[in-house]
């Protein structure tokens, strides 16, 4: 069946470093892809999505681009901030959605 | 809009009560999803309805539980008996249907304890 792997965390970084969360999945037809973000004691919030192949996704500064040769949507941003600071889920939708186990990440001041 | 409303947002109930989880979702989305979350299994879909219908139940732990949804506008989940290993967060979702591939919102959750 269609499955999500992302990195295992808690991922750590000072602030305005780089940031790369990486995700691959399987899937037998062509999903569309996702990353969620959840900060402490909320739900989880769309951050960004790609339909297709090659597609980018973009937003507050991340990015995430769908690699159907390499099946991956790779997070990554170029400077993070302290405020970024959150549990980040790649997922994955063909008919139903799939997320996988979530990356915390801390940024330090 | 107010987004997905989930109620009640923490519940604390003794083993063996029955919990009744609640759920609005967003007007005009077709599709409603409720997931659990706990820290040894992540974030698990119990069951996804599309039309009020559900569509895929499979996640869902065992007869304990149960979920409906009566109209458009209003979903329940419910634990009957309750046991302290559902402890965990409950989230609903909505979308405006699956064949648009529309991610979900979620709600803020319900943090549900049982002891």
């Known amino acids: 069946g269609d499955s999500v792997t992302q990195m295992e965390g808690p991922v750590t970084l000072s602030e305005e470093a780089f940031l790369t969360i990486n995700c691959t999945y399987t899937?037998?037809?062509?999903?569309?892809l996702f990353w969620y973000v959840q900060y402490p004691g909320e739900g989880l919030q769309l951050l960004l999505k790609?339909?297709?192949?090659?597609d980018k996704g973009s937003n507050k500064g991340f990015e995430a681009t769908y690699r159907k040769e390499t099946t991956s949507f790779h997070l990554e941003k170029g400077s993070v901030q302290v405020s970024d600071s959150a549990v980040y889920f790649c997922?994955?939708?063909?008919?139903?959605?799939?997320f996988g186990k979530g990356t915390r990440l801390h940024i330090l001041p | 809009d107010a987004g997905v409303i989930q109620s009640p947002r923490h519940e604390v109930t003794e083993m063996g009560q029955e919990v009744t989880l609640r759920c609005k979702p967003i007007?005009?989305?077709?599709?409603l999803f409720w997931y659990r979350q706990t820290m040894m299994r992540g974030l698990e879909l119990l069951i996804y309805?599309?039309?009020?219908?559900?569509?895929?139940d499979s996640g869902m732990p065992e007869d304990r539980f149960s979920a409906k949804m009566p109209n458009a506008s209003f979903s329940t989940l419910k634990i009957q008996p309750s046991e302290p290993r559902d402890s965990a967060v409950y989230f609903c979702?909505?979308?405006?249907?699956?064949?648009?591939?529309?991610?979900?919102?979620f709600g803020p959750g319900t943090r549900l304890t049982v002891l």
């Open positions: 979702a909505s979308s405006f249907g699956l064949a648009e591939r529309d991610p979900p919102f």
């Open positions: 899937a037998t037809g062509y999903p569309s």
């Open positions: 790609a339909t297709k192949a090659d």
């Open positions: 997922a994955l939708q063909d008919d139903k959605i799939i």
């Open positions: 007007s005009g989305h077709n599709s």
């Open positions: 309805f599309n039309n009020n219908v559900p569509i895929d």
